[in-house]
Each structure stands twice: as C-alpha cells, then as structure tokens.
C-alpha cells in the first residue's frame, strides 16, 4: 500500500527482456531507505519487486522484473534508457498518511492533453478510457504515474488537476509533454462501491452472469 506522494526520483539505466518478464534496472539515490531485496517500490505508481541491488557511484542500482502483463498496461512500455520515473516506498504502520490509498495496481494508461499556466501553478488536462473515467470524480483522488492528486474538472472523456511548482519539480510531471501517457490508478474505493452494489441481494437466486473482463455482475432478465 502506497500513498502517492512521491519520496524520490530515479533514472533508467537499461530495459532488458528477460526469459519470463523485462528487467528493468533504475539508478536511485542513497535515500532510498528499506529498498533491499524483496522490497517492493511503486515505480511511476507500478507496484514492483527489488530483485537485486547493486553499489553505483553515491547511489545504487535496483533490478526489476516487470510482468508482460504490468508492461502493457503501463507506460513503462514507452520507457528508454535515461527517462526519470516517480519512486515511492510502501507505507509503514504509524507514517503519515499525506495522499490518499493507492495500491500500485495501475489500472490503465491516459494521455497528456495540454498544460495551462496560471500564476505559478499549472493545469494539467489528461484524456482517459471511459472505464476509467466512470471513476473520476470532482474533487476525489485519483493516482497520475502514483503521485496522489486531487481532480479540479471532469469532462466525459478528460479530466483537469491543479500541479503546484513543488510537484512539477519533484516528480517525472516535468518531464510530461501533450502527447505523452501517464499511469492511471483511479480511486479504489469507487470500484469497491460499484462491486458490492452490483453482486446480488439476497434471495433473488443469483440469477446472472459476471462479466469476465470488467468482473461487474449483470442481472439475468428473466
């Protein structure tokens, strides 16, 4: 479980296929604390695992083994060698809860719009799939390569954030051009809610089907 807000940044060293997945391997700062072995980090708001670390100059290098399946649904797959990504380490019991729950499930891929300058802030316009923008709502959270942030316009195929100097500086956000894709993971409690609401009630026989791709339960008409 992460939290979105973003600790640190690092920078692609290489991608690599792999027998069964892409070793992707980052050069990370010293501050990464706790990324050892087995320790997962949300890499661009992807949930991945530390499966080898090595010394490198005043930081060190973390390998990843990044699933077919986690590379077609995020942007790594555009990725190259000398691209920064978002790094986040998982929340600890008793840490500050600053963004909001974000799982490191990425859910799918939007597209940079257009930037909008307003004094020192910006306004960020992102085009997403329908199915994920059923989940975006007016000021509710929502996760943008895992950095937590809050949406101040919808549209029904595009929605707006405000980004704050700090945030453009801190995060891969700087480097974002119109054009660009960016991971998604949509607030998970508005999937919880449509689940449950959707699972029959009690007593009506279970009569339906689930739908094998979104998992949402449809009701039999007879």
């Not at 027998?19 to 072995?37: C, D, E, H």
Request: glycine residues 12%; charged residues 20%.
């Amino acid at each position: 479980m992460f939290t979105g807000i973003i600790q640190q940044t690092g920078v692609i060293e290489t991608i690599a296929p792999a027998p069964k997945a892409i070793r992707l391997v980052l050069r990370v700062p010293r501050g990464m604390q706790g990324a050892r072995l087995g320790a997962s980090v949300a890499v661009n708001g992807c949930c991945l695992t530390v499966v080898q670390h090595t010394p490198c100059g005043p930081g060190r290098r973390l390998h990843f083994d990044v699933l077919r399946e986690s590379w077609r649904r995020t942007n790594l797959q555009f990725a190259q060698s000398g691209d920064i990504v978002n790094l986040e380490r998982p929340l600890r019991a008793g840490d500050e809860l600053g963004g909001h729950f974000v799982t490191g499930h990425v859910d799918g891929l939007g597209k940079v719009r257009s930037w909008k300058k307003s004094g020192t802030d910006q306004l960020l316009s992102i085009s997403a799939p329908s199915n994920l923008m059923r989940y975006v709502v007016l000021k509710g959270s929502i996760a943008v390569d895992g950095i937590s942030l809050t949406v101040a316009g919808v549209t029904k195929t595009q929605f707006q954030i405000w980004i704050i100097p700090h945030t453009y500086e801190i995060t891969t956000l700087r480097a974002r051009q119109p054009g660009d894709y960016v991971n998604l993971e949509v607030d998970m409690l508005g999937k919880y809610v449509e689940r449950f609401l959707a699972r029959p009630r009690d007593g009506d026989g279970g009569r339906g089907r689930t739908n094998k791709r979104t998992g949402q339960f449809i009701r039999s008409s007879a």
